[in-house]
């Protein structure tokens, strides 16, 4: 159902995503409160049960089922373990081919200077951006510029949207309006 109107088909692959290719331990497995919320890393608000799990760098699967294709979109939501994700795909982030990129920041589960090392590795092709949701009932989604040094001080969870500069200007030459106060 995912991927049924999308022109790009996905796959639904059985590896956890990390900075190293090999087996470790899955916690959070089942839990009934947080169906989302596994992790690689043991956090005192994991619940369920753990199990041993494949994991794969992202270079790795990236190379192996998508050699040379431009990625619209990378979503990284790994409950705290971004930091090991990123380390294991710095030869895709380094390539320009991802267009969007989607991660989840989670400074409750511990430090987010990892970002420093992501701003480094993107440079100046990608603009940042902060996903906030406003209303109730209809929810809308406005993309709020953020620095750096800005997002090294949010204490709560929240999504970080990094778009490349190609991207951002198509967007804005279409009038996209998801993008507040950005400018060019």
């Given at each position: 159902?995912?991927?049924?109107f ?10 956890a995503?990390?900075?190293l ?6 916690h959070?497995?089942d839990?009934?409160m947080?169906s989302?919320?596994a992790s690689?890393?043991s956090?005192s608000?994991?619940?369920?049960h ?7 760098t992202?270079d ?9 294709s431009?990625?619209s979109?990378?979503k990284?939501d790994t409950?705290?373990?971004e930091s090991?994700?990123?380390r294991?795909a710095l030869a895709?982030l380094?390539?320009?081919?991802v267009?969007?990129i ?5 400074p409750?589960?511990?430090?987010v200077?990892?970002l ?8 100046v092709?990608?603009?940042w951006?902060?996903l ?9 989604t406005k ?6 040094q800005a997002?090294?001080r ?6 970080l949207?990094?778009?490349r500069n190609?991207?951002?200007s ?8 998801i993008f507040?106060?950005?400018?060019k």
């Amino acid at each position: 159902m995912t991927t049924s109107f999308i022109k790009q088909k996905g796959y639904v692959l059985l590896y956890a995503i990390g900075d190293l290719e090999g087996v470790q331990e899955m916690h959070g497995i089942d839990n009934e409160m947080h169906s989302g919320g596994a992790s690689l890393i043991s956090h005192s608000g994991l619940r369920g049960h753990s199990e041993l799990v494949e994991v794969r760098t992202l270079d790795s699967v990236l190379l192996e089922y998508f050699t040379g294709s431009t990625i619209s979109l990378l979503k990284i939501d790994t409950e705290g373990f971004e930091s090991h994700v990123i380390r294991g795909a710095l030869a895709t982030l380094r390539s320009g081919q991802v267009e969007l990129i989607i991660m989840e920041v989670s400074p409750n589960f511990g430090e987010v200077s990892y970002l420093r090392s992501l701003n480094n590795l993107l440079g100046v092709e990608y603009k940042w951006f902060v996903l906030e949701e406003r209303g109730k009932v209809r929810r809308m989604t406005k993309l709020r510029p953020i620095s750096l040094q800005a997002s090294l001080r949010l204490c709560e969870q929240w999504n970080l949207v990094l778009v490349r500069n190609d991207i951002y200007s198509a967007y804005c030459e279409n009038g996209n309006s998801i993008f507040v106060n950005a400018g060019k």
